[in-house]
Each structure stands twice: as structure tokens, then as C-alpha cells.
């Protein structure tokens, strides 16, 4: 079945930088899509970014645009997400995802990223 392990999550200052790990096994990682996702406390799920299966095509959310870049190894079947310019509303649990806007039964178990000062 599909296993997503999400790594690298922690508590950073504002302005700082983190990066994600989230390790796939159990599907062709190679064909799939992937995403990442966010939750705030108290509020709903928040897809921010997204790359498709080879890794040439990608999106961000207007509120991580320019400050978080997603990326992938197909050799090593993980996908990144690297957040920088950290804000006090990136605060929340991460998930990566296989494929976009897919059910939970397809998240890892999350990460959390806490921004405080």
C-alpha cells in the first residue's frame, strides 16, 4: 500500500529555512504526481505546491510562491519541499501527497513546522 514518511520539520525563527523529506514506497513513485499539503491549526487543509512525475512541471500556492521550491529524486523515491523566508503562518503540520487534491488515505502522516520567534 502506499507509505509516505515525512521528515525535517521543527521549530525555526522567522525568516529562517527548513527542508522536507518525504520518503514513498509501496507505488511507482516515478509515474506519480506528487504534492504537498498544509494544515493550520483550527483550519483546513492548504495544497501548496505540487510536481508532476518527472519533476518537469510544478506549482505553488500564492501564499509560498517564490519562498518554497518542491523538487524530486526518482532514484531515491523522494520529493522535497524546500521553505525558506519562514513566516509566522507557515506554522502547521505538512504532508506530502500522491498525486493533487487526493484523499487522505494517500497523505503521510505529516511533519510539523513551527515558526515562532
Known amino acids: 500500500q502506499v507509505q509516505l514518511v515525512e521528515s525535517g520539520g521543527g521549530l525555526v525563527q522567522p525568516g529562517g529555512s527548513l527542508r522536507l523529506s518525504c520518503a514513498a514506497s509501496g507505488f511507482t513513485f516515478g509515474s506519480s504526481d506528487m504534492s504537498w499539503v498544509r494544515q493550520a491549526p483550527g483550519k483546513g487543509p492548504e495544497w501548496v505546491s505540487f510536481i508532476n512525475s518527472s519533476g518537469g512541471s510544478t506549482y505553488y500556492a500564492d501564499s509560498v510562491k517564490g519562498r518554497f521550491t518542491i523538487s524530486r529524486d526518482n532514484n531515491k523515491n523522494t520529493v522535497y519541499l524546500q521553505m525558506s523566508s519562514l513566516k509566522f503562518e507557515d506554522t502547521g503540520v505538512y504532508f506530502c501527497?500522491?498525486?493533487?487534491?487526493?484523499?487522505?488515505?494517500?497523505w503521510g502522516q505529516g511533519t510539523q513546522v513551527t515558526v515562532s520567534s
Open positions: 501527497a500522491m498525486g493533487w487534491h487526493t484523499v487522505r488515505a494517500y
